[in-house]
């Protein structure tokens, strides 16, 4: 079984900072893709940065600039340093990584449980 449990949601005033961590467990034999998505109440899933296994990134145009995802293969941990935070940031942000586990084919995409950013004016 493999788990993503995501940690660093909070409350903050806009221009104020977060970092997101989305860490894996489990019988992991490798993690390609990972990407950190968001959802705000009555709106549609989208993706805010992504980051392939060789470390090519990727960035919502909303957040160019001021988000930047990274990862750290030895410990299975992605995070989202998030800076001068917005009000429409506020969401709750998931991590989604393709993962190759143990006992399985193929890769297969996972997703956390989500944390809440709250950003107020």
């Known amino acids: 079984q493999v788990q993503l449990v995501e940690s660093g949601g909070g409350s903050v005033q806009a221009g104020g900072s977060l970092r997101l961590s989305c860490g894996a467990s489990?019988?992991?034999?490798?993690?390609?893709?990972m990407a950190w998505y968001r959802q705000a109440p009555g709106k549609q899933r989208d993706m805010v940065a992504s980051?392939?296994?060789?470390?090519?990134?990727n960035y919502a145009d909303s957040v160019k600039g001021r988000f930047a995802i990274s990862r750290d293969n030895d410990k299975k941990t992605m995070y989202l340093q998030m800076d001068s935070l917005k009000p429409e940031d506020t969401s709750v942000y998931y991590c989604?990584?393709?993962?190759?586990?143990?006992?399985?084919?193929?890769?297969?995409?996972?997703w956390g449980q989500g944390t809440q950013v709250t950003v107020s004016s």
């Open positions: 489990g019988s992991i034999i490798n993690i390609n893709d």
């Open positions: 980051i392939a296994g060789h470390g090519s990134t």
């Open positions: 989604y990584a393709d993962i190759l586990m143990v006992g399985r084919l193929g890769v297969r995409g996972y």
